[in-house]
Every structure is written in C-alpha cells, then in structure tokens.
C-alpha cells in the first residue's frame, strides 16, 4: 500500500476507445437502446460527446414492452447485459418491430461478452437473420483515485448462488487489462475456490493477446480474495460513515441518492462520492460517533469566514468573489447535505446501535449464546426490519459454525411467520450460499453447489464435535478480535477494528497487513498465516517474487467488497 497512487484515468480512456471502437463497426446513424443497469457505468466511461462522436444521435433507456420506431434512418443499437432474461426482452422488442418492417436490422452489443446462449435464443426465436451480435467490456471503473469497480452487478448471484462461473473470464480479462497498462504484478496473493482458475484463466489472456511490455510495474502486489472467505465483513454493522451511507441510502457506482427527507427539497439530489468532494474525503472513514462534531466545526469555520467576508475592502471583496466564493458556496451546500444524511442514519439506526452492537461484539466472542438468541427472537416479535434479523441470525450461524438443529427450525419458523413465507426461498438461498449453515453441515459442499443431502448432513454431525468451532479457531490465530486491553479509538483509530466498533478485523485487511510485514515467503509469520488459512474455505496461492517491488497494492474482492473494508484498508495504508 503507499500515498503514490497509480494514474486510473488510463483505465477509462482505454474503455473509452474500446467503446468507441465497437460503436464503429456499427455504420451510420444509431439510436443507442441502453441497459438501465449500465446508464451508470456508461456515464464514468463516456458521456453523450464520446457517443456523438461513434454514430449515436440518441440515446433511449431499454424498458419492458413496445419501444417506438428509430427516426429517420438510424440503426438501433441494443446495449444490455448478457444474460438469457434481458436478451428475451430485447427478442420479443425486435419480433414486434419487424411485423411492420420486415427487412430491418438490429445490432446488439453484449456486456461484458458474447455468450453462445443468447445467440441460441435468437436463433430459436427466429431472429437471426435480423441481428448482429458485438461484445464490449469496460476496464476497470475508476470510482475514486484508489477505488475500482467491474460494475458486474449479477456476478454475485451467478458465480456464488447459481454457480455460474461464467464471470470469471470478465474478471481475469479485467487483471490482464490492468498488467497491460501498468506491467506484470510481481507479487501475488490470491485465497478462495476459483482463485486459481481466474490466474489461469488471465495466463490465457497473455498468452492470446500479448504479455505486458512494460518493464518497471506500478503495481508491486496483488492480494485476491473471494467474497466467500469472510462473510462476517458483509454482516456486521459498519460504523464509518461512508458505510452508513451505502446501508441506509445505498451507493451505487459511486452515487448517492438522497431525498426530501436529507434535502428538505422535493425530488432527489445525486451526490458523486469521491476525494474530489473535500468535505466527503474529511469524514467518509470516520466512526459515526464523531461525525457530528466535524462537520459542526466546518460549518462554524464556514459561517467565520463568511462573516468576516462583511467587513472586506472593494478589493478584497473581488478577490474574495472571484477565488473563494464559489468553493464556500459548494462546501456550504455539501456540510448542509452531510449533515441532513448524518441525521437520517441517526433517526433510523441510532436507536438499534445501543442494543444491537453489544449482541454483535458477544456472537463474535463466542460468548452469551442463549442470551443472543432470545434477542434475535425478541428483534423478530417486535417486526424490526427483516434485513436486521436476518444478518444477526447469519452471523451466529458464521461465528458458531453453523446453528443447531432445533435453534434453527425455531429461528426459521418465527422468521417467516413475522415476516412472509416468501422468505423460505430467501432461507434456502443463504442456506445454499452457505452464509446460514445448520450446525454439523460440511459448508464446502453446500457452497460448491453440491446441496445440503441427508448423508452429507449425518456424517458432518457424526464429525462436529471433533472439528470444534473453526471461526473461533482463526480469530485466535489471526488476532481478529481487536485487543480489549487497548481500547479502539473511534475518533483517532489506532486498529483497523474500529470500523466495526472494536468487534472485529476484517480478514483481508488483517492478510495484507501480515504480508506486506513479512520480509520473504519463508518467514515464520507466513507459515503462520497460511497455516490459519486452512480454516478458510479455497486455497491459498502466494508467490513472493520481488521484495523490493513498488509499494503500490492492489486488493481484489472477487464478488464485491463493503465498504467498511475498503475504510479499514485505508486505514492500514495510512500507518
């Protein structure tokens, strides 16, 4: 990790052309038809000039049902995500169109790639003669200097729920993309199921469409984790306030939406989230405890100088004009949009945060199981949120390796009966996913897609005694519980735990922070390291190649991140 950040802008400007390519095998006038679950994503790749500039004269958001007919004589151009459900919208879309005009031609343009599936249902629909198909992929998205995202937002649910490891491929051509630009990554740490099928997967790549010719890499080390070596990131309650924010408001490739109830305006207010915002960089990694406090003081800093602005000669007044006027007025608006967001998430989590965190920190210390449980049940009685509910009875079933069998069909019973039976396929989904386990269960198997059967399920309970519990094994051995002796600072962190209250290290941060210690591969603390490891599900491949190599870290989640761990690496590259 270093302050020295890589130049990401390159990562765009390569999408860009990439794009802009594609859009020109295409020829003449296009209506661009696009994917609303790329509108975002094309935004920080090209903006309406870079289309204008490959042909397109219109842009119009795909919707279900009939879409009127292209003006004049542009080609309409579908863009949308290759799955098999959106490219039977777009089927049935150009079905309509062609009763009426029975010789007009379609292009489709596949994101991130082709997939001989939706060829198939084209064909099958009788439409193959009317399209032609193109792929594009963007690099990686550039959300802020040191936050990249691949904007895959089905790749989650395919790769871990249906078992669809057909995203990997975008994944490993994204790690590719990325040596080209900035040379071949000499260190490398990677951990999980399909680690080792992405490496082989990027060598592809090299070997297809050249090897990196840079000489001196920007990158000194990659460190690859998949999403499912630490679930208990994902379900404990973040306390950094750009955290909060994804929790109660939701963040979507780097935007926020608030409305009246922030705004006191009707409609919505977007606000991108990047170091670009100054007073969005001050406090995105504080703890929520002391969000108030600073933008108080920003708030009576900018009401200073402002008053002092009254008493200012001709002068200084134009001066002020000219130079400061419009940055106090921009960082005005923002401390007034932080401050009301701040409030929101004060109204709506504040009063769980005094019952709830204490319950979180006892399921991650293995202490007080029954006391747990009889708050977990008392949560659902009262009809508290159901996403609350369900991550606090997730992270008991995480931290006790599983629940046992008669805590579990009560906890299941009461969950659908206060909140719907709906929510049996959402049980069965975390069930399969292996996020919610049944004590004694082989949860490999189940996450491997290979079911929770009847005998898999005897002979884990035949073995589970033997086995102890596994989480409480790694946090010993790993320190992932921060030391109670010293206590977290949330105002001045001194441990990267802070961002879950003291709770909790999150396992990738506390993995780089081992490695980047370690002097060689054969140290003692990595022969530690890899030994607790073995406790997490996937494999663990780690090749040390250059110690001297740039200091510059890449940190890859295979299956998205939180942002309280993106707040607790930031924290570790800044001691």
């Not at 090209?46 to 292209?70: C, D, F, H, N, Y």
């Not at 005094?354 to 202490?367: D, G, M």
């Not at 006790?400 to 069965?428: C, E, M, N, R």
């Not at 740039?550 to 761990?565: D, I, N, S």
Request: glycine residues 8%.
């Amino acid at each position: 990790m270093s302050s020295l950040e890589p130049d990401v802008v390159a990562l765009v400007l390569l999408s860009r052309e990439n794009l802009v390519t594609t859009l020109a095998r295409i020829p003449g006038r296009k209506q661009l038809v696009l994917d609303t679950a790329l509108m975002r994503p094309m935004d920080r790749v090209a903006g309406m000039s870079v289309l204008k500039s490959a042909g397109v004269e219109t842009v119009v958001k795909q919707e279900r049902g009939g879409i009127p007919p292209a003006p004049g004589n542009m080609i309409r151009v579908y863009m949308v995500t290759s799955n098999l459900i959106q490219a039977k919208f777009v089927a049935d879309q150009i079905s309509s169109s062609i009763v009426n005009n029975p010789d007009q031609h379609f292009h489709i343009i596949l994101v991130p790639r082709n997939l001989a599936s939706v060829q198939l249902l084209f064909e099958e629909e009788g439409l193959a003669g009317h399209v032609t198909f193109h792929d594009f992929s963007w690099e990686f998205i550039p959300l802020d200097f040191d936050l990249l995202s691949l904007e895959m937002h089905n790749f989650f649910r395919n790769q871990y729920l249906d078992q669809d490891h057909s995203g990997l491929v975008s994944v490993a051509r994204a790690i590719w993309g990325i040596e080209k630009l900035y040379g071949q990554i000499p260190n490398l740490f990677a951990h999980g199921r399909h680690v080792k099928k992405i490496l082989s997967l990027v060598n592809v790549f090299s070997l297809q469409y050249g090897q990196p010719k840079i000489k001196q890499p920007t990158f000194g080390s990659i460190f690859m984790f998949e999403r499912d070596t630490d679930w208990v990131s994902c379900l404990l309650s973040p306390l950094t306030y750009e955290g909060l924010l994804d929790e109660v408001f939701g963040i979507h490739c780097g935007t926020v939406e608030f409305g009246q109830e922030v705004t006191g305006k009707e409609g919505t207010t977007k606000l991108q989230l990047s170091s670009k915002d100054k007073m969005f960089e001050k406090v995105r990694n504080k703890h929520f405890s002391s969000i108030f406090s600073v933008l108080g003081l920003t708030a009576k800093q900018l009401s200073a100088a402002q008053a002092a602005a009254q008493g200012m000669s001709v002068d200084q007044m134009k001066n002020f004009v000219q130079n400061d006027l419009r940055n106090m007025k921009a960082q005005s608006k923002a401390v007034a949009l932080h401050i009301g967001a701040s409030e929101r998430i004060q109204k709506l989590k504040g009063r769980y945060f005094e019952t709830q965190l204490p319950v979180e920190h006892s399921i991650i210390a293995n202490y007080n199981y029954r006391d747990s449980m009889n708050y977990i049940k008392e949560r659902m009685a009262q009809l508290a949120p159901a996403n609350i509910a369900l991550r606090l009875i997730c992270l008991l079933s995480q931290c006790y390796d599983g629940i046992p069998q008669a805590d579990f069909s009560v906890l299941k019973q009461q969950f659908v009966q206060a909140y719907g039976f709906q929510h049996l396929i959402t049980w069965t989904n975390l069930t399969r996913l292996g996020v919610l386990k049944l004590k004694g269960t082989d949860n490999s198997k189940t996450n491997g897609g290979g079911g929770t059967g009847v005998v898999s399920q005897v002979a884990g309970m035949v073995t589970a005694g033997a086995r102890g519990n596994n989480f409480q094994a790694l946090v010993k051995k790993l320190n992932l519980i921060p030391d109670q002796g010293n206590n977290v600072n949330p105002t001045e962190p001194n441990n990267p735990g802070y961002v879950f209250n003291g709770a909790f290290t999150p396992l990738s941060c506390k993995v780089v922070h081992e490695i980047i210690k370690a002097k060689s591969q054969s140290s003692p603390e990595i022969g530690q390291l890899k030994e607790a490891l073995k406790m997490v599900p996937g494999e663990t491949i780690l090749d040390l190649k250059n110690p001297d190599a740039p200091k510059v870290g890449l940190v890859l989640f295979v299956g998205g991140y939180t942002m309280a761990e993106v707040a607790a690496l930031r924290w570790l590259q800044s001691v």
